[in-house]
Structures are given as structure tokens and as C-alpha cells.
């Protein structure tokens, strides 16, 4: 009786320790699913991050918000995810919802120095300028060596009209830029426009100069650069700048009618005629270019044509006081009297209208 009980014992003590060793075998098996499981969800996580970012830089925003959502389901604790979901975001003019994703970027990382710059950019788009300084400010205390921010910062200093600052942060970004690579044309563009507001029109052109360097075909560049060389009276430089602008965009109206300024200003007034004349046969309702184009013939004692074009700029534009007063004087000169006390009281009458109501 005594060995039946020893090895019941002993079966009863196999069968224990067996469900033990099955129970343990149960939880390592658990265990090592849950971290395949995890293994494999980081691994999805890399692939949607990786794919995100690639479809940011492909323009496909839709596409990279989406692998950016996928990746924020997995690891809403993911700044990275956050910021480039909210990059993807504002180049759809999402701003509101970006804002929302730099936010939570920077409370789950408060030194993502790129998080403040996105969201200073953001700011800056929604007319937020005072918000937006104080980001850039916070990324420069996180990183003082930021290039791309003090460009950032330099470009609400010019529109704020703070050109000395402007000047002076874009010469930051460029000495701090990555040597052995160009500098971005935009930052020389961003500061000749800084100079030239100061009047210091030479390293202006300097900016502009390096600008076209960088990229030959930008007309805007051209057309800052002819300005310059006419606020120095230097026509002849100025009239080329606009002849290559011309060369890049022929059929431009704008154009046509800056080079007319210049060479109104050079006095040349043939030049300057047949400049309006271009204009209006590209924009045939250009009210200005009737208007300056009567100036130049009455100029040249070509006085009906210019009561035709002052009266062709006041169909376009019926307020256009200036026109009144120079057509009367012409008529004065005429002896048209009711043609010129006509023009006068036009333009007296438009300068005592009530302003138009604005409503909030």
C-alpha cells in the first residue's frame, strides 16, 4: 500500500510540474508574440515614415498625410510623425490643422528646433508675425546656428519694413550656410530688396548680381537689378536688365511698361511711346499705359492723341482724377474752355465724393 501511494505521489507530482512546465512554455510563447507583434509594428512604422517622407518630396501630400496618420496610430507619441504630417498639411494650406501637429510635435519634444520653424512659417502664412518671431526666437535658443531661421526672420523684417534687421539676418544665414554649397539665390533676392529700400542701391545690385549667378532665368532679379542701376541714373544698364527680362518673358505687359518708366526717366520719349504702345496692344484695358502714354504725346505737342488716350484711360478708369486735370489743361491750351472747365469739375466732384462705407 505504501509504494501504490509513493508512486501516486509521484505521478501526481510529473502531472504538476508537467502543467507548470506547459504554463511556462505558454507565457514565453506569449511574450515572444507580443514582441514579434511590436518587431513587426515598429517595422510598419519605419516603412510608412520612410514612404511619407518620400511622398512629401514627390508633391504627393495627400499620400504622405496618410502614412503619417498610420504611423501616429501605432506610436501617437512620434514628433517626427507629427512634424512632417504637419509639413505635408501646410503645403495643402491646411494651416489651422498643421498648427495643431507642430503644437503636439512640441509637447511631446520641446528642442525640436525644426518643429518651431514649421510653425513659424505656418504663422507667418496666417499673418501671425509677432507668434512667428517668438518661434523662430525659441529655435535659435535651441540651435544658434540655424541657417534657414534667420532667412525665415529676414523675410518678416522686410515685410515689417525693418530693413536693417532683415539685412542683417540674411547675412547670418548666408555666413552660416554650409560651406562648399551654393546659398539659396532667394536669400541674395530677399536681401538686394532689403538694400535698395535702405538706398544703398550698389550692394543691391551686388545681391541681385550673385542672385543671376545662381539662376540666369529669374526676371524679377532683372527687373530689381535695372531699377537699381536707374536709381543711379545709370539708363543704359537699366534698359539692358529690362531687355533681358524681355528676352525670358516677350509677351509680358508689366515688363513693357517698367522699361517705359525707365526711358521716361532717361527722357527718352520715343522709346518710352512705343513701350506704352506694346503694352496696351498686349492689354488693350491697361488704363495706366493710356494714361502715361498721354503724358509722353502731350510732351511731344502731340495734343489730340493725348486727349484720345487720356480719354480712352478715364473709359477704363472713370476716377482717374489726374486724367481729368491734364486733358483740361490740354483743352486749356486749345481754348476748348467747356471741354477743360468740364474736365475740372470732374475731377472736383470725384475728389468730394464720400469715401465708400466699409463694412466689417
Known amino acids: 500500500m505504501k509504494s501504490k501511494n509513493i508512486g501516486s505521489l509521484s505521478l501526481i507530482t510529473i502531472l504538476l510540474l508537467s502543467m507548470l ?9 506569449i511574450s515572444a508574440t507580443k514582441q514579434l507583434i511590436t518587431a513587426q509594428s515598429d517595422r510598419d512604422s519605419e516603412v510608412y515614415f520612410s514612404r511619407g517622407i518620400k511622398r512629401i518630396q514627390s508633391r504627393n501630400y495627400q499620400g504622405a498625410i496618410a502614412d503619417f496618420t ?23 494650406k491646411k494651416y489651422q490643422e498643421a498648427l495643431k501637429d507642430f503644437d503636439r510635435a512640441l509637447e511631446i519634444k520641446p528642442d525640436l528646433a525644426p518643429a518651431y520653424l514649421s510653425r513659424g512659417i505656418t504663422r507667418t502664412q496666417l499673418e501671425d508675425y509677432q507668434g512667428a518671431f517668438t518661434d523662430y526666437n525659441q529655435a535659435l535658443q535651441i540651435n544658434p546656428k540655424y541657417a534657414e531661421v534667420y532667412s525665415h526672420r529676414g523675410l518678416i523684417y522686410n515685410r515689417l519694413e525693418n530693413f536693417n534687421g532683415a539685412v542683417k539676418d540674411f547675412t547670418e544665414a548666408l555666413r ?25 542701391y ?20 532683372y527687373l530689381n537689378r535695372g531699377l537699381n542701376y536707374a536709381y543711379l541714373q545709370d539708363y543704359t544698364k537699366a534698359i539692358a536688365d529690362y531687355n533681358r527680362a524681355l528676352q525670358i518673358k516677350p ?28 503694352v496696351v496692344q498686349i492689354e488693350p484695358n ?75
Open 21 to 29: 512546465v506547459v504554463e511556462a512554455n505558454s507565457q514565453i510563447a
Open 70 to 92: 498610420k504611423v501616429l496610430e501605432q506610436n501617437p507619441r512620434s514628433a517626427e510623425a507629427h512634424l512632417n504630417r504637419g509639413l505635408a498639411l501646410t503645403r495643402l
Open 176 to 200: 552660416l550656410h554650409p560651406q562648399g554649397k551654393p546659398a539659396p539665390a532667394s536669400i541674395y533676392y530677399h536681401r538686394g530688396l532689403a538694400y535698395s529700400q535702405l538706398g544703398d
Open 202 to 221: 550698389e550692394n543691391a545690385i551686388k545681391d541681385y548680381d550673385r542672385v543671376l549667378q545662381i539662376n540666369p532665368k529669374w526676371t524679377q532679379a
Open 251 to 278: 509677351n509680358s505687359a508689366d515688363i513693357y511698361l517698367s522699361r517705359a518708366n525707365i526711358r521716361l526717366r532717361s527722357k527718352d520719349y520715343q522709346g518710352a511711346l512705343a513701350d506704352y504702345t506694346k
Open 286 to 360: 491697361h488704363a495706366n499705359a493710356y494714361y502715361h502714354r498721354a503724358n509722353v504725346k502731350s510732351h511731344l505737342k502731340d495734343y489730340e492723341g493725348a486727349i484720345a488716350d487720356y480719354t480712352q484711360a478715364l473709359k477704363i478708369s472713370p476716377n482717374l482724377i489726374d486724367a481729368y486735370y491734364n486733358r483740361g489743361n490740354i483743352r486749356l491750351q486749345l481754348q476748348d474752355f467747356d471741354g477743360a472747365m468740364g474736365d475740372f469739375q470732374k475731377a472736383s466732384d470725384i475728389i468730394q465724393q464720400p469715401l465708400p462705407e466699409i463694412k466689417n
